[in-house]
């Protein structure tokens, strides 16, 4: 019989595989909780209406796994946060009190074609604060993601930050009589143009109704790259994350849109220097979310990072760390049938003193074990065969080091501890 494949654009995590995705997790827990932002999540179902006003039309007619209920209402697999975050805080809105600083990390689907650096399945990272508007609360929120950047190893040299307001492009195209009605098409068209070659992206352009003098003078905005200077938002925004530490990471680039209708100020994409991938992380400031979910009015600034390009960032840049899947301290072989009781204790025996103690179930050759512990980057084998059970001892194995040592029955949690501790066992 075949073996049964994995749905398309979906991913299987084996032991190596997850040890990386626990350490992504782990180091985004670290640099979220650094700037006193609290975990939450919000359902993996959600209520197609949901994403259906404010998201956009591609992400909902073309991206979003869709399906109907057995009482016929349309669900949706998450393909995004955002709008599930206003929708919690529109639940709970007179009862919350603002500043809102919160994380997740957790499964997200859309229906794309799978690529490198795109699955259908995904793992994201979400960070927002709610409540204050000013341009320093889109800066902190900036500067957690270069933190991170900067606490894997990801210089500026390697990834940059660029910033566009949308109210200063929504000013370019007032300028140039591209009426509100038209805005979104436009700026759903400026988030493709590094999708499209040239001659197709003007084609485009045509089509959805810009003349040519219109495109003439977007064409001008997108090369503008002293723009920002004209926006006290802007202004601020670099200010601040030079407060903070981190403007090395960024700069103005008045082509950064994003695609989603809900975002109404500040904006920002993380892009790789060798630029074999279209964003790294995103987000911006979106100030009608929670109101047009039924809440309170009150702002809000986010930003997103999916799993999939980062690891390859991360692998192009030879920044992942090494790994070791196998969680265990020690192994505890088996001699003989006869001491198998004996070891199955003595590993018991360790996990009580909080130590990781995985147990050889066969009595296999020694070598053998010795082998299955050095593949998985297990350091200690501890060994209680006739010799040890007469002495009243443990024989531990440091394969890293070769050596060998042999305390008491009672002393060997206290030596391993010590030994994985690096400190003298004396």
Same mark, same amino acid.
């Given at each position: 019989?075949?073996?049964?494949?994995?749905?398309?654009?979906?991913?299987?995590?084996?032991?190596?595989?997850?040890?990386?995705?626990?350490?992504?997790?782990?180091?985004? =827990?670290?640099?979220?909780?650094?700037?006193?932002?609290?975990?939450?999540?919000?359902?993996?179902?959600?209520?197609?209406?949901?994403?259906?006003?404010?998201?956009?039309?591609?992400?909902?007619?073309?991206?979003?796994?869709?399906?109907?209920?057995?009482?016929?209402?349309?669900?949706?697999?998450?393909?995004?946060?955002?709008?599930?975050?206003?929708?919690?805080?529109?639940?709970?809105?007179? @009862?919350?009190?603002?500043? $809102?600083?919160?994380?997740?990390?957790?499964?997200?689907?859309?229906?794309?074609?799978?690529?490198?650096?795109?699955?259908?399945?995904?793992?994201?990272?979400?960070? &927002?604060?709610?409540?204050?508007?000013?341009?320093?609360?889109?800066?902190?929120?900036?500067?957690? @993601?270069?933190?991170? $950047?900067?606490?894997?190893?990801?210089?500026?040299?390697?990834?940059?930050?660029?910033?566009? &307001?949308?109210?200063?492009?929504?000013?370019?195209?007032?300028?140039?009589?591209?009426?509100?009605?038209? =805005?979104?098409?436009?700026?759903?068209?400026?988030?493709?143009?590094?999708?499209?070659?040239?001659?197709?992206?003007?084609?485009?352009?045509?089509?959805?109704?810009?003349?040519?003098?219109?495109?003439?003078?977007?064409?001008?905005?997108?090369?503008?790259?002293?723009?920002?200077?004209?926006?006290?938002?802007?202004?601020?925004?670099?200010?601040?994350?030079?407060?903070?530490?981190?403007?090395?990471?960024?700069?103005?680039?008045?082509?950064?849109?994003?695609?989603?209708?809900?975002?109404?100020?500040?904006?920002?994409?993380?892009?790789?220097?060798?630029?074999?991938?279209?964003?790294?992380?995103?987000?911006?400031?979106?100030?009608?979310?929670?109101?047009?979910?039924?809440?309170?009015?009150?702002?809000?600034?986010?930003?997103?990072?999916?799993?999939?390009?980062?690891?390859?960032?991360?692998?192009?840049?030879?920044?992942?760390?090494?790994? =070791?899947?196998?969680?265990?301290?020690?192994?505890?072989?088996?001699?003989?049938?006869?001491?198998?009781?004996?070891?199955?204790?003595?590993?018991?025996?360790?996990?009580?003193?909080?130590?990781?103690?995985?147990?050889?179930?066969?009595?296999?050759?020694?070598?053998?074990?010795?082998?299955?512990?050095?593949?998985?980057?297990?350091?200690?084998?501890? $060994?209680?065969?006739?010799?040890?059970?007469?002495?009243?001892?443990?024989?531990?194995?440091?394969?890293?080091?070769?050596?060998?040592?042999?305390?008491?029955?009672?002393?060997?949690?206290?030596?391993?501890?010590?030994?994985?501790?690096?400190?003298?066992?004396?």
């Amino acid at each position: 019989m075949a073996v049964i494949p994995a749905v398309k654009g979906t991913r299987d995590f084996y032991p190596e595989d997850m040890a990386l995705r626990t350490w992504l997790y782990a180091t985004i =827990r670290r640099v979220s909780e650094s700037f006193g932002y609290q975990e939450y999540d919000a359902p993996f179902l959600e209520r197609l209406e949901l994403y259906a006003a404010k998201s956009g039309e591609e992400l909902v007619k073309e991206q979003t796994f869709v399906f109907p209920d057995r009482s016929g209402d349309f669900i949706a697999l998450r393909p995004e946060l955002t709008l599930g975050l206003a929708r919690m805080v529109a639940g709970k809105s007179k @009862s919350l009190t603002p500043p $809102l600083r919160w994380w997740s990390f957790g499964p997200f689907w859309r229906y794309e074609r799978p690529q490198k650096g795109r699955t259908r399945e995904f793992f994201q990272w979400n960070v &927002d604060l709610m409540g204050p508007q000013s341009p320093e609360a889109d800066a902190e929120v900036a500067a957690v @993601s270069a933190t991170f $950047l900067r606490q894997v190893g990801l210089g500026p040299e390697a990834v940059r930050i660029l910033v566009n &307001d949308r109210r200063l492009a929504e000013a370019g195209l007032d300028a140039m009589g591209i009426p509100s009605a038209q =805005r979104s098409t436009v700026f759903r068209l400026i988030d493709r143009r590094e999708k499209l070659p040239p001659g197709a992206w003007e084609a485009q352009a045509h089509e959805v109704g810009l003349e040519a003098a219109q495109f003439s003078g977007l064409q001008r905005l997108l090369a503008d790259t002293q723009a920002w200077k004209r926006s006290p938002e802007l202004v601020t925004f670099f200010d601040a994350v030079e407060t903070l530490g981190v403007a090395d990471y960024f700069a103005y680039d008045p082509a950064i849109i994003r695609g989603l209708d809900y975002y109404t100020g500040i904006v920002f994409e993380a892009r790789d220097a060798a630029g074999e991938h279209r964003a790294v992380l995103g987000g911006g400031r979106y100030d009608n979310l929670v109101g047009e979910v039924g809440g309170d009015p009150i702002g809000g600034t986010g930003f997103a990072m999916g799993d999939v390009v980062i690891g390859l960032v991360l692998a192009g840049h030879r920044a992942l760390p090494e790994l =070791r899947p196998s969680p265990s301290q020690v192994l505890v072989a088996t001699f003989d049938a006869a001491t198998r009781s004996e070891a199955m204790r003595l590993a018991a025996d360790l996990r009580a003193a909080e130590i990781n103690a995985e147990w050889y179930p066969e009595a296999d050759k020694l070598q053998r074990q010795y082998k299955y512990a050095d593949r998985r980057r297990i350091r200690f084998v501890a $060994l209680v065969g006739p010799d040890e059970v007469a002495a009243g001892t443990v024989s531990i194995k440091d394969l890293t080091r070769g050596t060998q040592a042999a305390p008491r029955r009672q002393d060997a949690a206290a030596y391993l501890r010590a030994a994985i501790e690096g400190r003298s066992a004396a």
